[in-house]
């Protein structure tokens, strides 16, 4: 059975700086990995997707990697803001029944 | 890109009576939708898979009689939540997979419901 683990659990910056999100997962045979963000009341919304057989994805300042072999994938937030400030959610697609796992998440606030 | 309709938003309701939560995905076919419960402060747990025009799979643990769903089109999945109680009160999400350039999943922006 898939398990993915976030750490940390939370974590506070100030503005302006540069942070490392981590995600490990337990069965490295993964078809994709997703990173989301979670606003408190919210739905989620879909950050990056790495396929497999990618090693990491950018997006404006975060760009998040993927070492399957070892189980783990990272979110960089470059230059953080105060609107950064949320719930970050990494879920992995495995199994046959193409199941997505979700851990449960790191929670952001980017102090002004 | 993929956009995935979720409502209402919030709903609130007495113990005892039922409630139907619908999703849509706007621009694309989702032959599988899938519905998630989150408790405060907790991640999503997978409820039960929907597939279009068969019957949907649930995980273990979750009552099917109790949490109905629906899919009788390529675009529109419905969760019913019969005879609620207020331990249903939470926050439920559905996803679906698609559109044409392999989004991943998308998510709706969840209901929140209380049973008072």
């Known amino acids: 059975k898939q398990e993915v683990t976030q750490i940390p659990a939370a974590l506070s910056v100030p503005e302006g700086e540069n942070l490392v999100l981590n995600c490990s997962f337990t069965d490295s045979a993964i078809y994709n990995l997703q990173w989301f963000r979670q606003d408190p009341g919210k739905g989620l919304t879909s950050l990056l997707l790495i396929q497999s057989s990618q090693r990491e994805q950018t997006s404006g300042r975060l760009n998040a990697s993927l070492d399957k072999s070892s189980g783990r994938s990272t979110l960089y937030i470059a230059a953080s803001q105060p609107g950064d400030s949320a719930t970050y959610l990494c879920?992995?697609?495995?199994?046959?029944?193409?199941?997505?796992?979700f851990g449960s998440g790191t929670q952001l606030t980017v102090l002004p | 890109g993929a956009v995935v309709s979720q409502h209402p938003s919030w709903v609130i309701c007495k113990s005892g009576t039922s409630v139907k939560i619908e999703c849509r995905s706007l621009d694309f076919q989702a032959t599988t939708m899938f519905w998630y419960r989150q408790f405060p402060k907790q991640s999503l747990m997978l409820m039960a898979t929907s597939n279009e025009g068969s019957k949907a799979t649930y995980e273990q643990g979750v009552e099917k009689d109790k949490f109905l769903i629906n899919h009788a089109s390529l675009t529109l999945s419905t969760l019913t939540v019969t005879s609620a109680h207020p331990e249903d009160s939470s926050f439920y999400i559905c996803?679906?997979?698609?559109?044409?350039?392999?989004?991943?999943?998308?998510f709706g922006s969840g209901t929140r419901l209380t049973v008072v």
């Open positions: 879920a992995v697609l495995s199994g046959s029944a193409r199941q997505l796992t």
């Open positions: 996803s679906a997979s698609g559109g044409p350039h392999n989004y991943g999943y998308t």
